[in-house]
């Protein structure tokens, strides 16, 4: 790598002072490299649905107000003077994984991403799947686990990231009849570093809710296996800082319930985790990939 500088981009409703804040960090970082002028293009991986074609921002339920037809091939073009490859986040962090990481040697892979919802995608032999409106796999996170359950930020009824993510977390344990008891109530806030930690030491409530949060990760790979016929299930985010817990239960889970009768669907845990994304944007260039 290069160069590399973070920015904080949570505390800010507005996508166009990301993005105006991007514009100075990425023009001093290409001011400081010698090799500037072999810079091919700008990848964008972004956490919503978007125009990967057109390079648009269609939809990003609850984050970024302003995202919704965001041109930001125009801003790369304007800004830069180059070409812009936008896509969704957990689709980058899949490829980033294919190219150098977890998926390494395998071209059918699905990818669940666990944090702050839970983001989802597929690959087809060795394609990125997208579908006619760019919907195609990325909505693991929003597949159906219990009909009967809590409303999604997305509209739908009982979808994985409503049953189990860090957004639906605090309301889930709420509802558990041992919280008061538990030592999760006294938390200022409820993440699932705090709950396993918990857990661990034996709390019902902290086991109940992690084991629950656990099984509906895992029916929902389950879901994306018998929806995208993978030979490897790759799990990453924020929540794998766990996996010596979540990987062989989830493993376990669909062994036991998916339907494959040519044989066993590999279960890993991400190796790139934060960089898999940034690392992901670089096949988007590469138009024999895809
Ligand atoms: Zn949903």
Redesign the pocket.
């Known amino acids: 790598m290069l160069a590399c500088e973070t920015i904080p981009a949570r505390g800010t409703e507005n996508l166009e002072v990301v993005v105006s804040a991007l514009t100075s960090v990425m023009q001093r970082l290409l001011a400081s490299s010698p090799k500037s002028d072999r810079c091919r293009g700008i990848g964008f991986s972004f956490c919503g649905l978007v125009d990967s074609r057109r390079g648009r921002i269609l939809s990003s339920n609850d984050k970024y107000s302003d995202a919704a037809g965001f041109d930001l091939a125009g801003w790369a073009q304007t800004e830069f003077n180059l070409p812009l490859r936008l896509e969704n986040d957990a689709r980058t962090a899949l490829l980033g994984e294919w190219y150098a990481g977890a998926g390494r040697g395998s071209n059918d892979i699905v990818m669940l991403t666990l944090g702050t919802g839970v983001g989802g995608a597929a690959m087809i032999d060795g394609k990125l799947l997208r579908g006619k409106h760019f919907q195609a796999g990325c909505l693991g996170?929003?597949l159906g686990v219990n009909h009967k359950g809590r409303t999604?930020?997305?509209?739908?009824i009982g979808?994985v990231?409503?049953e189990a993510s860090s957004w639906s977390l605090p309301a889930i344990c709420a509802a558990h009849p041992l919280f008061e008891k538990s030592p999760l109530a006294a938390l200022p806030g409820i993440s699932f570093e705090r709950l396993f930690q918990i857990a661990v030491n034996g709390d019902a409530c902290a086991l109940a809710v992690r084991d629950a949060c656990i099984e509906v990760w895992a029916a929902g790979a389950v879901s994306m296996v018998h929806a995208y016929d993978p030979e490897v299930v790759i799990l990453g985010g924020g929540v794998m800082s766990s996996a010596q817990k979540i990987l062989p239960a989830i493993s376990k889970y669909i062994d036991r319930h998916a339907w494959t009768p040519w044989g066993k669907v590999m279960t890993r845990a991400a190796t790139l985790m934060d960089r898999a994304s940034l690392i992901g944007v670089v096949p988007l260039f590469d138009t024999e990939s895809q």
Not at 152 to 156: A, E, L, Q
């Open positions: 996170g929003h999604c930020s997305c509209g739908n979808c990231e409503a």
